[in-house]
C-alpha cells in the first residue's frame, strides 16, 4: 500500500519562506511522477507544481511560478516543495500526489485526476 505523509506547514508572515517534504512508502517511488496541490477554503483543489520520476520535467502552476521549486530525492524516497515570498492568498491546505501511470507524461500533470495516491496534507497559513 503506497503511502504519503506530508509535513513541513505552518503559519508564517507575508514574505516568508516554508518548505514541504512529502515522504512516500509502501511503493516503488522513482517510478512515480509526482505533484503538489492545493485547497483553499470554499475553493477548487488548485495545481501547484509537478515533477517526473527524473526530475527532467518540471511544472508550476501560474499562480505560484517564480516563487517556488518543486524537487525530489529518489534515495530518499521524498519530495519537497520550497515556497518562497508567500503571499495570504496561498493559505491553504497541501497536497502531495504520486501518478504511478502515464498520465503525467501525456501532458495532464495539471489535473488531479491524473494522480492516483494521495496524502493527508499539511496546512500552509499565510498571514498579512
Known amino acids: 500500500q503506497v503511502q504519503l505523509v506530508e509535513s513541513g506547514g505552518g503559519l508564517v508572515q507575508a514574505g516568508g519562506s516554508l518548505r514541504l517534504s512529502c515522504a512516500v512508502s509502501g511503493g516503488t517511488f522513482s517510478n512515480y511522477a509526482m505533484g503538489w496541490f492545493r485547497r483553499a477554503p470554499g475553493k477548487e483543489r488548485e495545481f501547484v507544481a509537478a515533477i517526473s520520476y527524473s526530475s527532467r520535467a518540471v511544472y508550476y502552476g501560474t499562480s505560484v511560478k517564480g516563487r517556488v521549486t518543486i524537487s525530489r530525492d529518489n534515495t530518499k524516497n521524498t519530495v519537497d516543495l520550497q515556497m518562497n515570498s508567500l503571499k495570504p492568498e496561498d493559505t491553504a491546505v497541501y497536497y502531495c500526489?504520486?501518478?504511478?501511470?502515464?498520465?503525467?507524461?501525456?501532458?495532464?500533470?495539471?489535473?488531479?485526476?491524473?494522480?492516483?495516491?494521495w496524502g493527508q496534507g499539511t496546512q500552509v497559513t499565510v498571514s498579512s
Open positions: 500526489a504520486a501518478d504511478a501511470g502515464p498520465t503525467f507524461y501525456s501532458g495532464d500533470y495539471y489535473l488531479s485526476e491524473s494522480y492516483d495516491y
